[in-house]
C-alpha cells in the first residue's frame, strides 16, 4: 500500500523556482495497478521517484505499507528500496559494465544470499521475461525490449511488493510495447505486484485498474 | 561480502579497460622508476664491498682556501694531513688516500687501471676481503717500500696460472712486489675502489704547502654514533688551529667530516654549500615531490574521472538497496585493490627489468662505471611507495565517494555534479 498526504516537490535552481508537484494526495491499495498519465513536465516522474524513494518531497509525508519514510535513516531507507520497491526506469539504466544476469542479479546484491541463491533467483527472473538465453550478453548487445525487459527482471528480482514503471513502453514500438504490458499484466494478477505505471498511451492506460491524471503538478481528475 | 566484492571489482574494471589501463599504468610505471632510480642513489650511498660499515665512517674529499678576491678549492692537502688530522685521537681509524690512473700498454692496446696511493689505516678503516697475503703495514708504508696490494682484476690479468705473491709487477714504469690480492671491489664504492694499492709514500704527494690545496682524501672510522660526533668536533678545532697559520685574510673550509649522505648530496661546485647541506637536503626532496607530483595528480584524476564515468551505475546501485557507507566502502575498496595491484605490478616490473636487463641497467644507471655493483630493489622504499599511493588513491577517493553517496539515487542517475 503507497499513501502520499499532501506531497510537494519544489525544484529550486538559480533564479526560477518550479512547482513540480503541488498538494499530491494519492493512495494505491495493495494489488493495485494504477496508470499515471499527464503532459510532459507535469511531474509525473518526479511523483514516481517520490514513491519510490529516489527523491525526497519538498513538503508531505510518504507513507509504504503504513510505515512512514519521512526521517528515516539511510539504512532503514536502502533496505526499503532493496525489498518493498522495484523500479522500471524510462531510459532502462542497465549497468554497461555488468552482463545480463549479473544486472538482474544487483538488488540482490544487498542482500544475504549465497552467489548460488542469487543467481538462481536471477535467472527465474529473466525467464519470466523470456530472456534467459540472453543471460551473458552486456547492454550494448540488446535491443530496447531486451533491454526494457532485462529492466523488468532487475526490478522483479527481489521480489518486491511495489513496482514502479516510468513509462515503461516510452522507447518501444507498439508490438514490443504490448509485451512490456502483458509481462506487466502478468506481475500484477499472478505476482500479486502494486504497480503504478506512468504512460502517454491511452490505450495503454486503459487497461490498468485505474488512470490519474495530472497537470501542471496537481491530480485532476 | 569481500568476495562478492572482489568479484565485481573485476566485473567493472574488465568492462572499463582504457581507464584500468591508466590506472595501473600510472602507478605501476611510477613505482617501477622510482625503485630503479633508488638503486642508483643507495648504490652511491650503502655501496657495500669494504664500504659496508659506512655508517659509522666520515668522510672529508674537499678543502676550500678562500680570501676576498681569491679562492682555491681542491682535494685535502698532504701536509694538513700528515701535519695535523692524522694525529687525531677520537676515530678508531683513519684512512687517507689519492688517485692516480695507470695506463698500461699491452698487446691489445692500452688498459686503464686505477691506482690508490694510501697509508696503512686504510686497511683498518676499510674492510677488505683478501684472498692471498696481506696489506702492507705502518713501517712499509714509512719506508716507502715498494710493495703492492693488487686486485683479482690485475691478478688474472698479469698472473693467471703463476703464484702472485712475492712477484714484481711494473706500474708506470717502476716495479713493486705483490704482498697481497683482493677480491675485486665494486665501482660503485667510490672510496675503496682500486685495482692496485700502494703506500702513499712512494708517490710525490702534492699540496706540501698550507697554504695549497691537494688532491688527498679522508675517511675516518668512528667506534660508534657518539664517536662520530667526537670527530667532528676534534676536526673543527684542529681546522681553527691552522687558521692563523695561513694567509693574513685567508679561511679554511672542508667539505666534511660528512657521513656517506651528505657527502653524495655535496654539491662541488658551489663552495658556500660546504657550511652543511640539509637545505641541499631540502631542494632534492621538494624536487622529488615535485616530480612524484605529475604521477599523484595523474592518479588522482583518473579515480575521479572513473568514479564519475560511474555515476550511473551508483545512481542505479541506490536506487536498488546500496547504503550510503556501502557505497564508500566500495568506491574506496576498489580504487585501492586497483592501485594495490598497480604497484604491485611496479614492483614486478622494476624486479623484471633489475634481472632480466641486468647489463643495460648497469649501463644506463652507471655508465661505464658499473663493474661488480650488485642491483637489488629496496623492499622498505617499496612498501612506503604502495603506502603512498594507496593513500593517494584513498583520498583521491574518499571526497567523491562521500558526495556521491549523499545525493539522492535520482540526482546520480542524471549525473549528479561532484
Ligand atoms: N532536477 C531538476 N531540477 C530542476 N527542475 C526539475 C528537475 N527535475 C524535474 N524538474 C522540473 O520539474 C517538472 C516535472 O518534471 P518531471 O520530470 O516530473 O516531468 P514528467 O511529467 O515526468 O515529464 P515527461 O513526461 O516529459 O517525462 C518539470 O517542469 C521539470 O522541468
Ligand atoms: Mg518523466
Redesign the interface.
Known sequence: MIQLQNIQKIYQTRDIETIALDQVNLRVEKGEFVSVMGPSGCGKSTLL?II?????PTDGFVQIDNMLINKQK??KL??I???KVG?I?QRF??????NVI?NVE??L???KLS?SERRKLAQENLERVGLSHRMKH?PSELSGGQSQRVAIA?AIA?NPGILLADEPTGNLDSQMGHEIMEILHQLNKVGEMTIVMVTHDENLARQTNRIIRFFDGRQVN | MW??SF??FF??I???KFFTFLNLFGVSITIMIVLIAAIKIESTIKPGGPERNNDRMLFVNNEVLSAENHMAMGGISLIKIEEYFSKMTSPKAIAFGNETPWSYFGEQGVEEFSVKNVNAEWWQVFDFEFLEGRPFGTWEVEQSSNVLVIDEKVQNRFFPDQNTLGQMLEVSGKSYKVVGVVKSVPSNCTYSFANVYMPYTLTEGDGKELMQTGSFSMIFLGASEANLVEIKDEFESIRKRIIPFLDEGYELYFGGPENAVDSYLRDWANPKHYEGSTARKLKILGRFFLVMLLPALNLISIQLIRIHERS??I????????????LIKQILYENTLLTFIGALLGLLLALIVVYGFHDLVIKTLFNDFGEGVSLSINFILFIICLVASLALSLISGIIPAIKMSRL????V?NGGKL
Open positions: 521517484n519510490g524513494l529516489l527523491d525526497k539511510d539504512k536502502a533496505s528500496r532493496n525489498e523500479f526506469f539504466h542497465l549497468i554497461n559494465s555488468l549479473d544487483l538488488p546484491l544487498y542482500r552467489s552486456f532487475r527481489g | 568476495k562478492t568479484i565485481q566485473k567493472i574488465r568492462q572499463n550511473e551505475e545512481g542505479v546501485r541506490k536506487a536498488f538497496g546500496a547504503t550510503r557507507s556501502g539522492e539515487p535520482v540526482e542517475l
